[in-house]
T-cell receptor, first 107, second 117 residues
């Protein structure tokens, strides 16, 4: 089973800052990593797929990068509404797995 | 708008069964690989099962904890994804969500399954 380790577990940031969340896979997974945003008491929402592909309707300040074992979710010019827990998820091999989550607090 | 709305969650006894549904709208459901993810109270996300599109063979895959007890299926004519759950255990207590990587949902709604005696 591929283990995904996110860092940090928690981050407190101010609006307009640039934030990066890392996700490291225990073995190479190509670009088969996806990022979810889960706001408090809401359903998770996909924000990035296949490492760097964005979705229509997701703000352009969200971007993803990486390949192999190391991946990054970047949020440029953070807004208060970005307060959430973010999860990475690999679909390279079964069983698909998730990272433990990174909680983002806005100061 | 893309909607993925799950339903069918309920209180069930250990050993019982439930059938979850997820009605999709706003995209071409028949082309989409679909999957279920669950979240136990206060915990992170856990992948449960996946089903391919019919044109891709409709392959199904399951997480180890649910293999042999859960069955994922789809009705493309109704744009609906299903999860048949049997031999439920307390560890299956969670909110269940459905997803596709084809699009992201403007409105996603999970359904709560509680297994308790």
């Amino acid at each position: 089973e591929i283990v995904l380790t996110q860092s940090p577990d928690f981050q407190s940031v101010t609006p307009k800052e640039r934030v990066t969340i890392a996700c490291r896979a225990s073995q190479s997974i190509g670009n088969n990593i996806h990022w979810y945003q889960q706001k408090p008491d809401q359903s998770p929402k996909l924000v990035i797929k296949y490492a760097s592909q964005s979705f229509s309707g997701v703000p352009s300040r969200f971007s993803g990068s990486g390949s192999g074992t190391d991946f990054t979710l970047t949020i440029n010019s953070l807004e208060a509404e970005d307060a959430a827990t973010y999860y990475c998820h690999q679909s390279n091999s079964f069983p698909h797995t998730f990272g433990q989550g990174t909680k983002l607090e806005i100061k | 708008e893309v909607h993925l709305v799950a339903s069918g969650g309920d209180l069930a006894k250990p050993g019982g069964s439930l059938r979850l549904s997820c009605v999709a709208s706003g995209f071409t459901f028949s082309s989409a690989w679909m999957y279920w993810v669950r979240q136990a109270p206060g915990k992170g996300l856990e992948w449960v099962a996946q089903i391919g599109s019919r044109t891709d063979g409709g392959r199904t895959d399951y997480a180890a904890p649910v293999k042999g007890r859960f069955s994922i299926s789809r009705d493309d004519s109704e744009s609906t994804l299903f999860l048949e759950m049997s031999s439920l255990t307390i560890e299956d207590t969670a909110v269940y969500y459905c997803f596709t990587r084809l699009v992201t949902a403007d409105r996603g709604q999970g359904t709560l399954v509680t297994v308790s005696s």
